[in-house]
């Protein structure tokens, strides 16, 4: 059994949660799970924590679909990974709610499920190479990836109920 620590409390700020994961792997605890609400942008946090610990692994459970494009949610994987320097990654990527997506970050929500796997195969196949994706939902065009992951960068459905597997 791994036990995590998840840093994103609302009341705790980015350097608070930083602290949080150099304090906990101190005792023991090597995995960190963050989430993304209205709190700190979970891979900027998640490049923090992996520049501050050791030993961690860092885990984003979730990040909206909606929220950014391909290319960016794999720039992003791919930065948090090498900061790592081959510990564990993985990126969870889920529909969010309505007012998350379209109220605050002026997108369309629909159609969620349809999204998340366009957004969950898109992100692999970019972080795998590709140079162009095009999905129902989601399109990357004559992207070339710089760099590549080191170790571990699982993305995975972020889901809270049976309608999204």
């Known amino acids: 059994m ?3 620590v998840s840093p994103t409390a ?16 101190r005792l023991g605890i090597r995995d960190a799970w963050l989430a993304e609400v209205a709190g700190a942008e979970a891979f900027a946090l998640a490049g923090a924590i992996a520049a501050a610990t050791e030993e961690t692994n860092v885990g984003i459970a979730v990040v909206a679909a909606a929220n950014r494009s391909i290319a ?3 720039m992003g994987s791919v930065t948090v990974s090498q900061l790592l320097g081959g510990r564990e990654f993985h990126l ?3 529909a969010s709610s309505r007012l998350i ?8 929500f629909a159609p969620p499920r349809t999204r998340v796997r366009d957004m969950v195969d898109g992100v692999k196949q970019a972080i795998a190479g590709a140079r162009s994706v095009d999905t129902v939902t989601a399109k990357m065009d004559k992207f070339r990836l710089a760099g590549s ?14 309608g999204m597997l």
Do not use: T
């Open 2 to 4: 791994r036990i995590a």
């Open 10 to 25: 609302p009341s705790m700020n980015a350097a608070e949660a930083v602290q949080l994961c150099v304090d906990v792997e």
């Open 72 to 74: 960016l949610h794999a």
């Open 92 to 94: 969870g990527v889920g």
């Open 101 to 108: 997506v379209e109220a605050w970050h002026d997108r369309s």
């Open 149 to 162: 992951v080191q170790g571990v960068c699982d993305v995975y459905v972020g889901a809270l109920g049976p």
